[in-house]
């Protein structure tokens, strides 16, 4: 018998079978030799009921409670030892019966039973490892099916998210290359009105200039002796004029006629040339540029040589010119300012993006504020209907959608 318990150790899943079958042979023998014990015997089985009882309510605590067997060496070593003892108890239980003694086979009975408890013990402690073994693979199966739930979702929900990310990457490149366009276009726009309000400062510059030296003109005029009428008839022709001072502005048609006949507009660099307070200095500084010869040729065609000749006594400033130097001189200066605006009013007027167009209104074209300004303002006293133009004082630019009015000299049809 003692070997059939070593022999049936081995295997895990019959050790608790053989040991309880083992426990109710050694307990049925002691009753069955000892009916006068049978209140020891009881109590034996009330301590194991009360053992059980107290491992029962031991397994009704969480989980996290409960204690766990796992066949390492130790348990193993242990489970060995306990059988050892019981045998070594059961030998001694049966000893104590030759000869008969009643004491010795009472305490060789409750070691057996101290035993088979111990094996008991650790047969419910496996059982109840391998239960909550199972419920772990259960619980961690159930938890790795959600969490691939989970993660089938959430891959899901990742491959539309990024589709939304690709969406709006499109979206902002189509964004960023708008935003380039409309800086690139606010950037020509800007350009634009400031070349544009470069160019009216430049014209408003030039108007004033002509202002300017047609006064030094008509003084000389005068003090030489020079027939103004004759003078004003033969620009303007016939030609009422609202009041004796307005003959000046035909003067001042005379000098634009000849500052804008022919001029090509051509881009070019004019930065130098604005930088300077004293054209001659320009001049003296860019004896061989394009507005020095263009300087010297208006020069030439504006101030007639027997002009020259009556206001100086001489032709020493005309020798000069032709010979390409520029005399410094107060006549020649208030001259080099007028051509010094005109040359840059032709400059602005060719570099702008939108190239502007010149304009002269014909004599006895009707007004149109549109188009036209009075050089004397006075189109909005008599009414614009029954007004003409007689003369231009300085001719119009148009650019793009912007137009620089041509200021003209008016009188009642």
């Not at 193993?76 to 030759?98: G, M, T």
């Not at 009643?102 to 008991?120: G, W, Y």
Request: aromatic residues 10%; charged residues 25%; proline residues 3%.
């Amino acid at each position: 018998m003692d070997n059939a318990v070593v022999k049936r150790s081995s295997p895990s899943s019959n050790i608790s079978e053989v040991i309880s079958k083992f426990a109710k042979v050694c307990k049925f023998r002691s009753i069955g030799v000892f009916p006068d014990q049978k209140s020891n015997s009881n109590e034996i089985l009330v301590d194991d009921k009360a053992k059980e009882t107290e491992i029962c309510d031991f397994n009704h605590k969480p989980s996290s409670m409960i204690q766990t067997f796992s066949w390492d060496d130790g348990e193993i070593s242990k489970l060995f030892d306990i059988v050892s003892s019981l045998k070594l108890a059961y030998l001694e239980f049966q000893q104590a019966h030759l000869p008969y003694d009643p004491d010795k086979i009472i305490e060789a009975d409750n070691l057996v039973v101290s035993q088979l408890e111990a094996l008991r013990r650790i047969k419910r402690l496996y059982l109840k490892t391998i239960q909550l073994n199972a419920k772990k693979t259960e619980i961690a199966a159930s938890c790795l099916d959600r969490l691939r739930y989970e993660i089938e979702v959430n891959e899901k929900h990742l491959e539309k998210l990024k589709a939304q990310v690709r969406a709006k990457e499109s979206e902002i490149h189509s964004l960023i290359k708008k935003q380039e366009c409309l800086v690139a276009e606010n950037r020509k726009l800007e350009n634009r009105i400031v070349s544009v309000s470069s160019f009216e400062f430049a014209f408003r510059a030039a108007s004033k200039s002509v202002h300017d030296f047609a006064k030094p003109l008509i003084t000389l005029m005068k003090a030489t002796d020079w027939n103004l009428e004759k003078a004003v008839e033969s620009i303007v022709g016939n030609v009422t004029f609202a009041k004796t001072s307005d003959k000046k502005y035909a003067f001042e048609s005379y000098i634009v006629r000849r500052m804008f006949h022919g001029i090509k507009l051509n881009p070019c660099d004019v930065t130098e040339l604005m930088s300077f307070d004293d054209p001659l200095d320009a001049l003296t500084a860019f004896s061989d540029s394009a507005f020095s010869r263009f300087c010297g040729q208006k020069y030439l065609l504006v101030v007639h040589p027997s002009m020259e000749a009556s206001f100086f006594g001489n032709l020493d400033m005309r020798g000069l010119v032709l010979l390409g130097k520029h005399p410094r001189t107060m006549f020649y200066q208030i001259f080099a300012k007028m051509a010094k605006w005109v040359w840059i009013l032709g400059s602005f007027a060719a570099s702008l993006d939108l190239k502007a167009k010149i304009f002269v209104v014909r004599r006895g074209t009707s007004f149109s504020g549109v188009y036209m300004e009075s050089v004397v303002g006075d189109e909005k006293e008599d009414g614009r209907g029954d007004l003409s133009v007689e003369f231009v004082t300085m001719p119009g630019f148009k650019i793009g959608d912007s137009v620089f009015k041509s200021q003209v000299y008016l009188s009642k049809t």
